[in-house]
């Protein structure tokens, strides 16, 4: 595995992370950690390689609620069929110091780099064959119909945000579907097809792990063409339609915030090719 994001722009939480980390595989496994640090979104979490073994570890301040994306990877290990290749969880360990909680994750610790390294949109094509593309396909499908009460997309989120990043009045979502909620190319290893980082996973409109994993690939066409023509049997529908837009709502909200400036222009010229209206053009 490879480093996804950056660490804490806060030095003391930089080292915070660490010292949590040190401490967990001592605890763990008895052995020090080695090879290249991986950081989450924000510094919120760091995961690195431990013998033969993945350690990954979150944080959250004490006076934080847990809320779905503390337990994910655990839950997704459990909950979910086996055919659906990704790490087995291997061991847990929570604990609490100086004002947070921590929670370390050993897993399986995957051999394979991921397709996108630095963030989740892709930047070339990276010329998948056909096998890899049916496994994911049937990978989403396997999870599909995996009973959670796990809410990865929320219908009060769309309530409020459509029309404020669409431009357009929030839809009823009827057609619901159990799936990743963060699948794009930092969570995908190309040698062979595994899943990585499944604290997002959940319920969420059909069409939306599609429609995001589309948007996140819009820089390299051949790619976006390749997502499109895989999950046609849902994205052309008005139900795949629908989780489209919302996934590209939340993208908007990123944007704005100032992330993914790279795909900003083609993530609104999507959006207004599917509502015929232009996209508000907002900022943080």
Request: net charge neutral; with cysteine.
């Amino acid at each position: 595995m490879d480093a996804l994001f950056a660490p804490p722009r806060n030095q003391p939480d930089e080292e915070r992370m660490r010292n949590a980390h040190h401490r967990a595989a001592r605890t763990l496994l008895m052995t020090a950690a080695s090879g290249p640090e991986a950081w989450g979104w924000q510094g919120r979490t760091i995961g690195r390689r431990c013998g033969d073994r993945w350690l990954r570890v979150v944080s959250r301040p004490l006076d934080k609620p847990a809320g779905r994306l503390w337990d994910g990877a655990a839950t997704a290990d459990t909950q979910l069929p086996r055919i659906i290749p990704r790490p087995r969880v291997v061991d847990v360990l929570e604990w609490t110091a100086g004002g947070h909680c921590y929670r370390a994750e050993l897993s399986e610790l995957v051999p394979w780099p991921v397709i996108q390294t630095g963030g989740p949109v892709l930047a070339d094509d990276p010329a998948l064959p056909q096998v890899w593309w049916t496994e994911l396909s049937a990978a989403l499908a396997a999870m599909s119909s995996v009973p959670t009460e796990r809410q990865a997309v929320r219908q009060q989120w769309i309530d409020k945000n459509f029309d404020a990043y669409l431009g357009i009045p929030p839809v009823q979502v009827t057609a619901w579907t159990t799936g990743h909620g963060d699948l794009h190319w930092a969570n995908l290893c190309a040698e062979h097809l595994v899943v990585l980082d499944w604290e997002s996973w959940g319920t969420l409109p059909i069409g939306y792990d599609a429609g995001l994993l589309h948007a996140y690939s819009l820089r390299a066409p051949a790619t976006a063409h390749r997502v499109r023509t895989t999950f046609a049997h849902i994205l052309n529908t008005p139900a795949g339609r629908t989780g489209e837009l919302v996934a590209l709502a939340q993208l908007l909200q990123v944007i704005a915030r100032g992330h993914h400036q790279e795909i900003a222009e083609a993530i609104r010229a999507r959006a207004e090719l599917l509502t015929g209206r232009p996209v508000p053009r907002r900022t943080a």
